[in-house]
């Protein structure tokens, strides 16, 4: 019975504290200036999301999460077959070919991939702790990972592959390998970020590069979304303008408000002391998986919780980096808060299985 309520309280109420604040928000910019209706389908969408996502969140909890290595090959290349479907019958979205649609029903695949890949590495790596400092290791690890980024790359989605990497490279600091590896490793980073500019990138994606350096050398097209968010986040103060009183996203000039550009409304419209709300919630979510990854004595569960960990933190990071102008607009949602079934339901996935290692007889 003990086990039955041993949650991380801490990390849970973080979580639906950033849900609340997502529907908070998500209902006033779904009207006018004027109050009257415009379109709450975003709102009573992401409030069916929030509810199944507490539903999976808490089922991930009791599955235990060590009978996800059994089934890490299956699901690889499930997640596999999904990247490269959405290539020959995807929807395309804002240029990047990255859903799939069921009976009026859209995901994507991409998503949950980010699970799956943290649970293959987590599996590899655990397996191997004893031999980690042979560089053949890091090398196998490349395999699925070149695979999963070549599919990724062909959507275009260079946000949801930045974070492939991200947790990839988590995990090879997490096993402990040697660090001439990892220079090595930097080294071809950086040829195969040369040759990605020169080949891989499309040109609307280099623009939003070039413009975090310059956004006004292009307001009306790659920097307008970067200069509206920072107009936005500026004009909040340190209070804000109030729910639903925020000029740049209740007049529309905010573009993605419901989705990219979240955080800029919460800036706009709840101020300073919003935004750091939100950025408190996020670090307080990172520490509690960061040391539920380290209580772990399975060594499994240490990788896959804090690969978890690099997700919920990289992909924050990038989204809030993205609002102030520090990041290039890559599409990556803010996890919690942004519009959205498939990046909702992966987070709410994480949690769960984060707190199955917590309560977990392995964990201290």
Known sequence: ???????????????????????????????????????????????????????????????????????????????????FLVLIFGRVIRGTTGWIGFSGIHIQPVEPFKIIIAIVLAKYFSLHSRTIHEFRHVFISMVPLAVSLLLIFLQPDLGSAIIILAVWASVLLASGVKKKHLLILIAIGIILSFFSWGFLLKDYQKDRIKTVFNPLSDPLGAGYNVIQSTVAIGSGGIWGKGLGHGSQSQLNFLPEKHTDF????????????????????????????????????????????????????????????????????????????????????TTMAILGIVQNIHRNKESR
């Open 262 to 345: 979240i955080f800029a409304v919460i800036a706009e419209e709840l101020g300073l002391g919003g935004a750091l709300f939100v950025l408190i919630l996020f670090a307080v979510i990172i520490t509690r998986m960061i040391l539920i990854a380290q209580n772990s004595r399975s060594g499994f569960g240490k990788l896959l919780a804090g690969s978890f960990a690099m997700i919920i933190f990289a992909q924050a990071a990038i989204n809030i980096g993205m609002n102030v102008g520090v990041m290039p607009v890559t599409g990556i949602p803010l996890p919690f808060l942004s519009y959205g079934g498939s990046s909702l339901f």
């Open 1 to 83: 019975m003990t086990k039955l309520f041993r949650f991380d309280w801490i990390l849970l109420i973080s979580a639906i504290l950033l849900l609340a604040l997502s529907l908070a928000v998500l209902y006033p910019i779904s009207y006018d200036g004027k109050n009257t209706t415009r379109d709450t389908d975003h709102f009573f969408r992401q409030v069916m999301y929030a509810v199944f996502g507490l539903f999976v969140l808490f089922a991930f909890s009791f599955f235990d999460y060590r009978n996800l290595k059994g089934f890490s090959t299956a699901l690889f290349f499930i997640g596999i077959f999904l990247l």
